[in-house]
């Protein structure tokens, strides 16, 4: 009889025993999916973030070699700018000039006409005929 | 003055004239191609400039991940050591 009771008692307890640990495991169950859940969704955030601030990253490394690029090229047309002064400068020297008297004392009327009226409309607005002589 | 001496100094007006010229326009181009330069610098410093806060926001980035990282580190230990604890104190019951 004792014994019998005895046996009731253990299995009740043995029973009790395996709710509790159900409970637990329940409890640790739901802990961790709540906590793998919010490890899962902040690692993507983050992830995404550094992501997109390397895209960003390379965007401006990009722009800025396209814009050294454009800096070379602009370095580039100062040189030939230089080198086609040169160059003019150099054939500038390379006049024809006539022989012919008649064509030279000509040449010279112009040219005395062109700086008399250079100088003419510099000093005196509107003059006609003056030939810059006042 | 004869005549050879008014060739010769035509020749030498007409000579400078057009080195005038010459120097006139390369300069005008060259003021050009130099302001492009100064334009394109200009630009050059703004992206370096854009560049360099990418780099900083890039640490910035990182640091905070890594300051994540290790809370995460932090959380997990403390819930596991709180779990442990749990489950040695339910085993030992």
Redesign the interface.
Known sequence: MHQARMKLYERRRVRG?LK??KT?FAW?GG?LLA?FTY?LA?RNK??A??EK??Q??E???Q??N???Q??E???Q??K???K???E??E???D?E???D?AA??G??ND?LERIRGKSGSDKQQDCDGCSGRH | MD?QD??DL??Y???LE??N???K???A??R???Q??I???D??T???E??R???F??EK??N??LQ?QKV?TY??ST?ALI?GG??GA?VS?
């Open positions: 025993m509790k640990l637990v640790i802990v906590l490890l902040s983050t992830k973030e550094i601030t390397k960003g990253l965007k401006a490394q722009k800025t396209e814009a050294n454009e800096v090229q602009a370095e047309k100062i030939e700018a230089q086609q002064t040169d003019e400068v054939h500038a020297k006049v000039v006539p022989n008297p030279v004392a040449a010279f040219l | 005549v008014a060739i035509y020749r007006i007409a000579q057009a080195e010229k010459a120097l326009d390369g300069l181009r060259e050009e191609a130099t492009n330069y334009n394109k610098t630009e050059l703004q992206k370096y854009e560049e806060l990418a780099w926001e890039l980035q990182m905070i991940e994540d995460k959380k997990t819930i779990l749990i489950i339910v019951d």
